[in-house]
């Protein structure tokens, strides 16, 4: 006779790519989000939460005639009547749900529609160490706007965000560039093969790496890189590759060298000096609402982006140091960037839409709050009320009562409590300020013991009670003063 | 030559049963979820958030041999390297990841874990009218701690919850009772048969709607229903349905009455016995922090979830009323349940671990506010400063920046400016308590027109400048009072 199978237990796992957030993780990155969307509410920006589904078709990523979608986002088909309905997907970003939104909602929204929104994005992608297949973004956009001053709001707003959650003014710059001005640089070069141009942008996005003489050298025959192999040249004459290097070095001391550098760079190309003006507008706006250079700067090495924005774009970066896993210091780099784009919700109506925006990389600002110590320390834990005598559960539970009464973070010890060590131990864990005692002495004599957890040292693994009234952080009040002497504790004035 | 077929446009609207939230939808929602964070963090309850997406096999909910899960979850197939990877799903609920992340996680969290989740939960159901497929909820629950203490500490949290977000003492009733009890009643009956027991069950889930005579009838030989049909009675003779009437019928005057009743009704069955006396240490618990019957009380009618929970279940009610649809008044209902189950982690590690728990309708109980006009009403609309003068637009950036500085939400109108009845019209539609308005005329003079539009009645659809200037409800200020002014506005002293 063949045995019955036992159905095997589940795997308690998240799925591979995927975590989850505990604690003061949770809390921190929602202070964070809050302080943020106090700013962009400030700014007049309005609140949207976009479903987290949405259909293949409205995300435009993938070819609706395929028969599963491919890499990119998590997607599944409805089933239908004829088992076979419209495929859905988790949305990748908050960008694409927003075209759909203003395009399905353009007749009730108002224009120009200025909308903030936070909340998980999901990639299909191949985890690997510190990248999750689920994190937050944290965007906002002004759609129906074509003016720069938008761009440019977005920039100070940027700043003021930035203020608000803890970056201290220096510790911060937000760079701003135009994609303009690079398609400029195109024109005044000449350039008509589309291949070439994208070459020439490859080198372009290579200048951190190589510098100038190394851009000069990949513009022209070749060079020889790093590891002893021969790159190609985009094989231009070395005055037709002068535009991009003039592009490439023209951050001036200030702004209106900067813009006067560029202006060069562009020579007579009418889409250059159009981006050129609009950067020399931004800059204009920014100073005359007090945001200097100290804050935003006009820089051509932001190229984020090449191929999806048409005018301006932007970057902010921390640029203090931080130390890396390997123990070397290192800048902190980029924590939001965007830009204008044209032609988001075209895709639906037909029409061009001006829109511009900004996306924050939430963990990443969120860690650059931690390592500086801006936020996180030990989490406020609760006040533990132990029980030594089971029934007098009610007592304590009046105890806890009157300590949140107080607005005092408290709660009784609900596991076993036979093993006063685990009781104190389990204190230690939650990170409580301070642990109450009360057996029938205690109570026959209307009083309770107060440990100080704070002022206390680590809790030892197998103190008795009695090793504990010993120690000098722990002293006796009179039940009526338990809100009051716990009260002290937290404040610190018994220390 | 056959023709190129043009792509069609993508249509522009979220997948069956999904929603968009916006504006003042979003920040209420996120201001009671706070409030309720605030009371759940002071009852030592920590944050956990955890993956929106499980794999199907802890989810628990299908089997996973099959090709394809059943309705109900949102689920996809993970694509590895042979093409047919794991079974992921969105979770449809935030108890079943509990139980894995306290499963996955047991070593390094506290025992008792008490933890809080908010967010949303996603069910393959088929949508209808109010009805959508992804929706918030935000639960709160205690995981290892065998006393009904932590069940009454939940009751009692919950009735604090309540009051925090804005429902008064007098409109909420919480009530209390024991699967046991009723496990006992039917142990009384001395029913061994499962198909019979489970006739019972579904008799007592009848009693709201046909009464206790009706109740008798269907336990005996059946009855006959409003529309005329004869439904089959469970066929127990009088007296041996006589524990079931008595248990529907046991509500008294006070808790000891209650439980009294209940005593008599569960006979001999020391089930039954148990189950009595844990709703009375409830009771006691209760009643010792000053929770009485005017807030949670003991009642036998509360049958929810009956396969499902162990012990303790607990049901909160808004029992004021509010007109329906229809127009007619009706009780509000409830809002929150929740209960003692004990199997949920022993799925995963094979030992029982005892828990119980709340889940907030976070929609329902926001529909409450609203519908009792809790929160709501006019959102706060940005101060819109009008745009008479292109060329100015520095001017009244920093106008705004002023505004932004003192606190008060503001914002340049960014569309085309050439309308001015637009602009005003944009400011209608936002809610605006006031626009400034400055053309070339105020600038010589230093001067900026405010437009009081709290004072001020409907916008006119075509008024000119001219006309805005004459209403009373507009009057001119010295630039520097730009920001003095407004606030007076804001703070209704004009008024």
Chains 1, 2 share one sequence.
Request: charged fraction near 30%; aromatic fraction near 8%; glycine fraction near 10%.
């Amino acid at each position: 006779m063949a045995k019955v199978k036992k159905q095997p237990r589940p795997k308690a796992e998240t799925p591979k790519g995927f975590r989850d957030y505990f604690g003061a993780e949770v809390t921190e990155r929602a202070a964070m989000l809050d302080a943020i969307a106090g700013v962009y509410h400030r700014y007049g920006f309005e609140a949207l939460e976009s479903s987290a589904v949405e259909t293949v078709e409205a995300l435009g990523k993938f070819l609706p005639d395929v028969d599963r979608p491919n890499e990119g986002v998590f997607a599944w088909q409805e089933a239908d009547e004829e088992g076979r309905g419209d495929w859905l997907a988790l949305r990748y970003d908050l960008t694409a749900p927003l075209a759909r939104v203003y395009a399905q909602h353009r007749n009730e929204l108002p224009t120009p529609y200025r909308r903030f929104a936070m909340g998980p994005v999901w990639r299909n992608e191949k985890p690997g160490p510190g990248r999750f297949r689920q994190f937050y973004q944290c965007d906002a956009d002004t759609v129906g706007a074509p003016s720069v001053a938008a761009d440019a709001e977005i920039c100070a707003m940027l700043a003021d965000v930035l203020e608000e959650v803890g970056i201290p003014r220096g510790d911060y710059l937000i760079r701003v560039n135009n994609r303009k001005v690079l398609n400029g640089v195109l024109e005044a070069m000449g350039l008509e093969d589309e291949a070439q141009k994208d070459a020439v942008l490859r080198t372009i996005d290579k200048f951190d790496k190589v510098g100038e003489a190394g851009v000069r050298e990949l513009l022209g025959k070749g060079r020889l890189d790093a590891s002893g192999a021969y790159i190609d040249g985009v094989g231009l004459a070395s005055d037709q590759a002068e535009p991009v290097v003039a592009f490439l070095t023209s951050k001036g001391d200030d702004s209106a060298a900067t813009l006067a550098n560029l202006r060069a760079a562009v020579g007579s190309s009418a889409m250059g000096a159009e981006g050129v003006d609009e950067l020399g507008e931004i800059a204009d706006l920014l100073a005359a609402q007090g945001y200097g250079p100290d804050r935003i700067v006009i820089d051509p090495s932001v190229v984020r982006g090449l191929g999806y924005y048409t005018g301006p774009v932007f970057e902010a970066e921390l640029t203090f140091e931080i130390t890396d896993e390997k123990g070397r210091p290192r800048q902190f780099g980029s924590v939001a960037g965007g830009g204008r784009y044209d032609d988001l919700v075209k895709r639906f109506t037909g029409q061009a839409v001006p829109a511009t925006g900004v996306s924050i990389g939430v963990d990443r600002l969120l860690a650059a709050l931690r390592a500086t110590g801006r936020v996180g320390g030990q989490a406020e834990g609760p006040v533990v009320v132990t029980v030594m005598d089971r029934a007098k559960m009610a007592e304590y539970q009046k105890m806890v009562a009157e300590l949140r009464q107080a607005g005092i973070r408290a709660e009784v010890y609900l596991g076993n409590p036979k093993n006063f060590g685990n009781q104190l131990k389990y204190a230690d864990r939650r990170g409580s300020p301070a642990a109450v005692i009360a057996g029938s002495e205690e109570f026959e004599r209307g009083v309770v013991q107060i440990k100080d957890l704070i002022l206390g040292a680590e809790i030892a693994e197998n103190a008795t009670l009695e090793e504990w009234k010993e120690r000098p952080s722990q002293f006796e009040a009179p039940r009526g003063e338990l809100v009051a002497r716990v009260q002290e504790i937290l404040a610190g004035v018994r220390k």
